[in-house]
């Protein structure tokens, strides 16, 4: 009986056992097979952003072909290609004191430029910066205007030494705006979102942010024809000819060209690789069909693009255990921790961890989490920093630069000879963010082909926006002695 009992008993704990071993072995298949539906969301991620030659090629010839049809008819296309007016740029010359106003997303910033002439470096510019109350970036343009008209008052009245002058100062004041301005001349004209007009005493010059960059790119090299900036927002300049814009707008200037502020943000092409998380991302922000381009590539958006592959993966499997509340808060994730997590190169991804640990607040993520994550960002800024390149690429062929010609008036040249060409760059995105600058470099040199490539420089121009506006002042000055 004793024994019978005993038998009883050992069968029941090998039948309990074999139940938890089943139940441990379907637990892991359950957990193989989400896992697997994670790495078919990122393969499916990979597959859709992807940018062979071939297709930057494609978007190359879309971003020549939508300048040349922004510049012909406003409207034509969606890139502005608004006319700046400024069809004179630094030139090493100028000389004397001049200010700039630098209006940012949420500081402004004064700065004061002494100009020696004959190209003299410009040392450490005196530089003031304010945060705009978060009421006035709501209120009416006015009340953020006397706000800064008084801040500039201030700076320009305290001078070099930062005493109050007896005599309140006056100067030549440049002003950079980072956002679309349809320009009536080079010192005034209307903001395209808020449509209101604006005008500053002694203002002699009032430019976009990336005209900024090209006019101290300028100043230190002649050979700088564009300037691209890779920040929050992404934005391009150029040098256009005259003749390309007397024939499309027949518009009279006297000099040869004219800088064309692009907004190429709005740029948009059936050939670039966009996601259902691009469209999901594009119908939920503020600006609906509009900035496609800038939503692939600008700081502002990389994070986001992560965050919302990241809920597909959290919602399709348990890769955080259940789907952690804060991954449905848009822009929770910022480029600086993508490029951080990115970038981590230690053994055991301890950067991602703790960004996970940051922003999720879920503490020990597995590292194969960490490693999938990695590969997440790798894909979303590689696509975005190769369509930056296309986008370079685009400006060079509009301007006969890439080796092929230029497009000019739908007739296309091939008389030019590649000359060696510099753009200057502006940007934490590509100043900080070392992988997103490589795959530009190396996405450029492909599009270009090794007998191009070593002809165009990019140049990263420091405080391009701030003191290129302080430049255009001078040459817009008649004070300045010009060359
Ligand atoms: C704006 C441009 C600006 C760029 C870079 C974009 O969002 O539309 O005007 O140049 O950001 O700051």
Not at 147 to 169: C, M, P, W
Not at 201 to 223: I, K, P, R
Not at 258 to 285: A, K
Not at 459 to 479: M, N, R
Request: glycine share 10%; hydrophobic share 40%; with cysteine.
């Amino acid at each position: 009986m004793g024994r019978l009992m005993v038998l009883g008993l050992a069968v029941t704990v090998a039948v309990a056992a074999c139940a938890v071993a089943s139940v441990a072995v379907g637990r892991r298949v359950r957990s193989r097979r989400k896992w697997r539906r994670v790495l078919g969301v990122l393969a499916e991620l990979e597959e859709r952003c992807a940018t062979p030659v071939g297709k930057l090629k494609q978007v190359v010839d879309a971003m020549a072909v939508e300048m040349h049809a922004g510049l012909a008819s406003e409207g034509g296309s969606k890139l502005k290609m608004l006319l700046t007016f400024v069809d004179r740029l630094p030139n090493g010359s100028e000389k004397g004191t001049y200010y700039a106003l630098d209006v940012g997303g949420t500081n402004f910033r004064v700065l004061r430029v002494q100009l020696g002439g004959q190209r003299s470096s410009i040392l450490e510019p005196h530089v003031e910066q304010q945060a705009i109350p978060p009421h006035l970036m709501t209120s009416t343009s006015e009340n953020l205007f006397d706000l800064i008209a008084s801040a500039i008052k201030e700076f320009v009245d305290r001078g070099e030494d930062g005493s109050k002058t007896l005599v309140s100062g006056r100067g030549k004041l440049g002003f950079t705006f980072p956002f679309p301005v349809k320009q009536r001349s080079v010192s005034s004209g209307i903001l395209i979102k808020w449509t209101k007009g604006f005008h500053i005493e002694d203002m002699v010059s009032q430019v976009n942010d990336t005209v900024g960059t090209l006019a101290l790119g300028h100043y230190h090299d002649e050979d700088t024809v564009a300037a691209v900036i890779f920040g929050t927002g992404t934005n391009a300049c150029y040098w256009e000819r005259t003749d390309a814009i007397i024939k499309c707008q027949g518009l009279l200037t006297t000099s040869g060209g004219m800088v064309i502020n692009m907004e190429w943000g709005n740029f948009w092409s059936s050939h670039l690789p966009r996601t259902s998380y691009d469209t999901d991302l594009d119908s939920h922000s503020s600006s609906p069909n509009d900035q496609g381009f800038e939503k692939m590539i600008s700081g502002m958006y990389l994070g986001e693009v992560v965050r919302r592959v990241l809920l597909r993966m959290s919602q399709e499997s348990d890769i955080f255990g259940t789907v952690p509340s804060r991954l449905s808060l848009p822009f929770i994730f910022r480029t600086p921790m993508i490029s951080a997590m990115h970038e981590d190169d230690s053994p055991g991804l301890i950067e991602v961890a703790r960004i996970l640990k940051d922003v999720l607040e879920i503490p020990d993520v597995p590292l194969k989490v960490r490693k999938l994550i990695v590969k997440l960002c790798n894909v979303v800024t590689r696509r975005a920093a190769r369509l930056a390149a296309a986008g370079i690429g685009g400006i060079l062929k509009k301007i006969g630069r890439d080796g092929s010609g230029s497009i000019t008036g739908g007739r296309t040249r091939t008389d030019v000879k590649m000359r060696r060409t510099v753009v200057a760059v502006e940007g934490s995105l590509y100043t900080s963010y070392t992988m997103f600058r490589e795959y530009l470099h190396e996405a450029l040199w492909e599009i270009l082909g090794e007998d191009i490539a070593p002809h165009v420089i990019l140049k990263v121009i420091e405080d391009g926006p701030g003191i290129g506006a302080a430049l255009l002042a001078a040459t817009y000055s008649k004070d300045s002695v010009c060359g």
